[in-house]
């Protein structure tokens, strides 16, 4: 990989290829005309469309390469450029502490500035009629629709709940609104972790709910397991991808696989997911039925909601299904 230092005077096709030929561009001009640049770099490598899911993708991981080819140099969290905003706070909540120079891509940096506008305002959630405040690096809940579901099902009387997956917190927020007396909320990574104690302790119910770093689940059982995984099984391009994407359906079939064995007898599973996956052709209905059969579970009810989200696509649909323990008259759904 070749690194060259460029300024205002590189033009977007032969920064283009200079970029396919392999190399690296440090940005040594005007922010602002760097911003311009990485615009009319996007608008030559527009955004996947049309094609098989396949084709898409690598139409999007040649975009991701390019895009991020563009690099700032950020020194203790300052960009030492003309017209370049002040970043410090947004680099420190993305990247901890300053620790002298880095080389950041510029549409990276960009989402840094737009991650800390986002925790200042936060989403507004109708279930909770309040805000949530998403950290960087974790997926906010522009979608609210899912949470509506979960807002919305009959509540079982759970003495406790587990929310899987918990992402900013704004599930097991729901649940203990709901009068769950006590709720265990799981996330493997850390900035997760650390975005849904903020949103908790924001919201007054963190004593009512207890978040753990862990892959999937706590330790003991719930009356109440909820789960909204990734709902793409494909291996994701982008740290946010993390929240769609689940290569090989991991969590999602790790989830269903062992969630038998962490529920309380008589207590149901809520797991929360679209079907989109099932209009690309990754995953089909019978495939999913399938799996909680084969995990000893049973359907005891739906409720589904198209989506509202201006991204929603292929008439997809978002449903929670309720599962309980094989046994009993089950729910009849059709593959």
């Not at 909820?226 to 790790?254: F, K, Q, S």
Request: a positive charge.
């Amino acid at each position: 990989m070749t690194v060259i230092t460029v300024n205002d005077t590189l033009s977007a096709d032969r920064a283009l290829r200079l970029i396919d030929r392999g190399s690296t561009l440090v940005w040594d001009g005007d922010f602002q005309n760097a911003k311009q640049l990485l615009a009319a770099l996007g608008r030559r490598v527009p955004a996947a469309a049309g094609g098989s899911f396949q084709e898409q993708r690598r139409r999007q991981a040649r975009r991701a390469r390019v895009l991020n080819s563009l690099l700032i140099a950020t020194h203790d969290h300052t960009i030492r450029l003309r017209r370049a905003p002040d970043v410090r706070q947004a680099c420190l909540e993305a990247y901890g502490p300053a620790d002298g120079e880095r080389l950041v891509p510029l549409r990276e940096l960009l989402g840094v500035i737009g991650a800390h506008q986002l925790r200042l305002e936060g989403v507004q959630v109708p279930a909770l009629g309040a805000r949530i405040h998403p950290h960087y690096g974790v997926f906010a809940p522009t979608r609210s629709e899912y949470v509506d579901l979960v807002g919305d099902c009959p509540l079982p009387h759970p003495a406790v709940a587990f929310d899987i997956g918990t992402g900013t917190g704004v599930l097991a927020a729901v649940l203990a609104r709901r009068g769950v007396p006590r709720v265990v909320a799981t996330d493997n990574s850390v900035r997760a972790v650390e975005c849904a104690r903020d949103n908790l302790r924001r919201l007054g119910v963190q004593g009512r709910v207890t978040v753990v770093e862990t892959d999937l689940f706590p330790p003991g059982r719930a009356d109440l397991v909820v789960c909204n995984p990734p709902w793409i099984p494909a291996r994701p391009i982008t740290p946010l991808d993390h929240a769609v994407y689940d290569e090989d359906g991991r969590m999602l079939h790790g989830f269903i696989g062992q969630v038998r064995d962490h529920l309380n007898p008589g207590g149901e599973v809520w797991l929360v997911l679209s079907d989109l996956a099932e209009h690309l052709g990754l995953r089909s209905r019978a495939e999913l039925l399938d799996g909680f059969r084969s995990a000893g579970l049973r359907v005891a009810g739906r409720s589904d909601v198209v989506p509202r989200h201006r991204r929603a696509r292929h008439n997809e649909v978002t449903s929670l299904w309720r599962l309980c323990p094989s046994g009993g008259s089950p729910f009849v759904e059709r593959a």
